[in-house]
């Protein structure tokens, strides 16, 4: 780690991580020691040039960007760059950022055409290099967690100017923060006139930029895009993608409805090979099935799927899901409205290679819980996942004659707690289905997260001023887990560690939880066992004295505040 011993010199500058492979070791790395900038600047930056690989990471906070520029020319074999508080405001660095990063680019290919060059004249026909040769930067990631206010222009030159040998690209801002058009015509390929001000367009020169894009393919493979950088026009980052036939793997925020369209043609006409990517939809309203349908065909084959906040889930999206059912690892819907009891049972029916499958969500003030699986269309179908690692899923319908009132104090209605129905067959027959999936690793059927945003939660009670949570997302016809309903066809899951059953009305006794120990040695974490303000229940303590390493966290229940601002 780089720092120095007169921070006034670097107004908040909090350090740079400079790793290097020496000669000697090439496939190693290690870091150079801590040291002052001047000793950085006149000996050991002065080293790096000689050497395989330099990387330079977390360069945090803001600071003079002199000395952001003085490490990037002392370092041109940079092949990793990680910046925390990243300046997406400052024009003039970001463009002599994107001029060293073309200049590392431009060394890159000096270095390997030098290197074959001189292996060519090695005695015999065989072209060996004399050493490994420098690659160019292959993994750039630059992060702002503040507000900021993202120039367009600036972004475009940075991308322009990368280095095509890049594998991995992270660009981040924090929420609320917006990309804008340039007040002034200022060419994004202008540079300072020395002597200068660079605050003036007028100050400026137009000159040819140092690195112009030929069209050549990049070798990209991972691009993520959190926050708004979708731009006041076209996607500012769309003709890089169109450029990215190697593109495995992407996450990006959906800001605009346009963005969803743009992707989704950008994605199948030019990422041939992407298979893996994650969405969070940030749009405010319902999406139409046929664009969250374009998105999914996106890919010929994908491996993991990740969409949160899409809220418009129909048909044609599902019928798109289950055409990668033949390659599908990972499918997780957060949040995600419209997934129908059938759509849910069809894939878990079809994709034989899901390892991890999480489809639920949870009232709101917008959009209501619509997600899960109804106990009764599990009885003919068995699943085709039985490798599954990971399930998160909400599964009701379940008869239970035993609870007659609901957290609101009102009475049940239906056949599903009059009594009419008898017996534990159904719950049986979800025992067995879960029983099956021997892989299985973490069960969620709880619910993880409450919404205690949502005025309509809290609840006046009798005493004035004091108001009441209740959470709407208790279940109430979902298993029992208590052996007497079939818990012991759970016996199979050797390698459960995970255990979510939070604000589900369970009949969890001490029985239970001593069965549960010995039948899952892997056990880690038990999730609803603990409700904060209640009183200790004997099964708990006895997990407490006998089992400490099982973890308990504590859940809210029914809790009564004070506080009101409505």
């Known amino acids: 780690m780089v720092s120095t ?11 740079y991580d400079v790793f290097y492979t020496p000669k000697s070791t090439p496939s190693t790395e290690g870091p150079i020691g801590d040291q002052t900038i001047d000793q950085l600047r006149s000996e050991e930056i002065s080293n790096l040039e000689t050497h395989l690989e330099t990387r330079a990471r977390n360069a945090v906070g803001l600071f003079e960007g002199k000395l952001l520029i003085d490490m990037m020319d002392k370092c041109p074999r940079l092949s990793v760059f990680v910046m925390v508080g990243f300046p997406f405001d400052n024009d003039q660095l970001i463009r002599q950022i994107g001029d060293r990063v073309a200049r590392a680019s431009a060394n890159a290919t000096s270095s390997s055409s030098s290197s074959s060059h001189k292996a060519s004249g090695l005695a015999g026909s065989v072209s060996i290099p004399s050493r490994p040769y420098y690659t160019g930067l292959k993994k750039l990631e630059l992060t ?27 660009l981040s801002v924090s929420f609320g923060s ?56 076209p996607l500012i980052w769309l003709p890089l993608l169109r450029r990215c036939s190697q593109l495995q793997e992407i996450c990006v925020d959906v800001f605009k409805y346009e963005t969803m369209e743009q992707l989704a043609t950008t994605l199948s006409r030019c990422c041939p090979k992407i298979s893996e990517i994650t969405l969070q939809c940030i749009t405010g309203g319902p999406q139409e099935d046929s664009r969250i349908a374009d998105l ?64 639920m969500t949870s009232n709101g003030m917008t959009f209501s819980s619509t997600v899960y699986l109804d106990a009764s269309d599990m009885v003919d179908s068995p699943w085709a996942c039985q490798n599954l690692e990971n399930l998160k899923l909400v599964i009701t319908g379940i008869a239970r004659p035993d609870l007659q009132e609901n957290q609101y104090g009102e009475q049940f209605v239906g056949p599903l707690h009059d009594g009419t129905i008898t017996g534990y067959d159904l719950q049986k027959t979800v025992y067995e289905q879960l ?31 004091q108001w009441q949570f209740i959470d709407p997302d208790e279940q109430f016809e979902c298993l029992e887990f208590s052996l007497k309903s079939g818990l012991d066809l759970l016996h199979g899951l050797n390698d459960l560690k995970v255990l979510n059953i939070d604000r589900m009305k369970t009949k969890i006794g001490l029985s239970e939880v001593q069965w549960m120990v010995k039948q899952w040695p892997k056990l880690e974490r038990i999730i609803g066992l603990v409700i904060q303000g209640e009183k200790t229940p004997k099964h708990v303590q006895w997990l407490y004295d006998n089992r400490p390493d099982i973890e308990l966290p504590p859940v809210l229940g029914h809790f009564i505040t004070a506080f009101s601002a409505f």
Not at 7 to 14: D, E, F, H, K, V
Not at 148 to 168: G, I, Q
Not at 203 to 217: C, I, K, N
């Open 435 to 465: 029983g099956k999936l021997t892989k299985l690793q973490e069960l969620w059927l709880g619910h993880d997260k409450q919404d205690l945003d949502d005025e309509e939660n809290y609840h006046p009670t009798e005493v004035e001023g």
């Open 178 to 233: 917006r990309t804008e058009a340039e007040s002034d015509d200022t060419d994004v390929n202008a540079v300072p006139i020395p002597g200068t001000s660079n605050t003036k367009t007028t100050a400026l020169t137009r000159t040819p930029p140092l690195y112009e894009d030929s069209g050549q393919e990049w070798k990209l493979r991972k691009l993520t895009i959190k926050g708004d950088l979708s731009g006041p026009g």
């Open 144 to 170: 702002n967690l503040y507000f900021c206010r993202v120039k367009a222009k600036p972004v475009e030159y940075l991308l322009n100017h990368c280095t095509p040998d890049l594998e991995e690209l992270l």
């Open 296 to 359: 999914i065909k996106a890919s010929r084959s994908w491996k993991r799927l990740s969409m949160s906040f899409f809220h418009g889930f129909g048909p044609l999206s599902t019928t798109a899901l289950i055409k990668h059912s033949g390659t599908l690892e990972t499918l997780v819907l957060d949040e995600c409205d419209g997934i129908t009891s059938e759509d849910i049972q069809l894939v878990l029916t079809s994709c034989s290679n899901l390892k991890t499958f999480r489809a």
């Open 5 to 15: 011993s007169d921070p006034s010199r670097l107004g908040t500058i909090a350090s």
